[in-house]
């Protein structure tokens, strides 16, 4: 999906790699995002983008979310230098999703039983882009 809505990266990033591990979420009957990824599982990430826009249930969650967190949340229109991606293994390769670039960045194999050794990787080339920048996270989504 597009991202097209400003300071939403985290959430997009969020929703790519649910989207792309379906198969392992057991969702609620009545969930507003399984509604929502069942509803654009046929649309274009520019037209999911655009359904996103108008998407009341996660928009609400979004900023509920944004306002808990440790630091004061930026204003929906300002500039800010960080960003939220998603790497996810879809298909026996490990993807970059990236809402900002015009598709998935395929990073070439990889496996449930590799994925992690092999995001790691990818943050390191990440990381050796800039050496002195010390803003970063990672986040792994996994079964209880």
């Known amino acids: 999906m597009k991202q097209t809505i400003s300071n939403a990266?985290?959430?997009?990033?969020?929703?790519?790699?649910?989207?792309?591990?379906?198969?392992?979420?057991?969702?609620?009957?009545?969930?507003s995002l399984k509604k929502f990824l069942d509803d654009s599982v046929s649309m274009s990430p520019e037209e999911r983008a655009k359904y996103l826009e108008t998407y009341e249930a996660i928009r609400v969650t979004h900023e509920s979310s944004a306002h808990e967190g440790q630091t004061e949340a930026p204003s929906i229109d300002?500039?800010?230098?960080?960003?939220?991606?998603?790497?996810?293994?879809?298909?026996?390769?490990?993807?970059?999703?990236?809402?900002?670039?015009?598709?998935?960045?395929?990073?070439?194999q990889s496996s449930d039983a590799t994925f992690l050794e092999d995001a790691i990787e990818v943050c390191k080339k990440f990381m050796e882009r800039d050496p002195e920048e010390l803003r970063f996270n990672a986040i792994a989504l996994s079964a209880a």
Do not use: M, Q, W
């Not at 997009?12 to 989207?19: S, T, V």
């Open 9 to 31: 990266c985290g959430t997009i990033g969020l929703i790519h790699a649910i989207a792309n591990n379906r198969d392992k979420i057991n969702f609620e009957a009545k969930s």
């Open 78 to 108: 300002e500039k800010v230098d960080l960003h939220f991606i998603a790497l996810v293994n879809v298909g026996g390769n490990l993807y970059e999703l990236d809402g900002r670039k015009p598709f998935p960045i395929n990073h070439g």
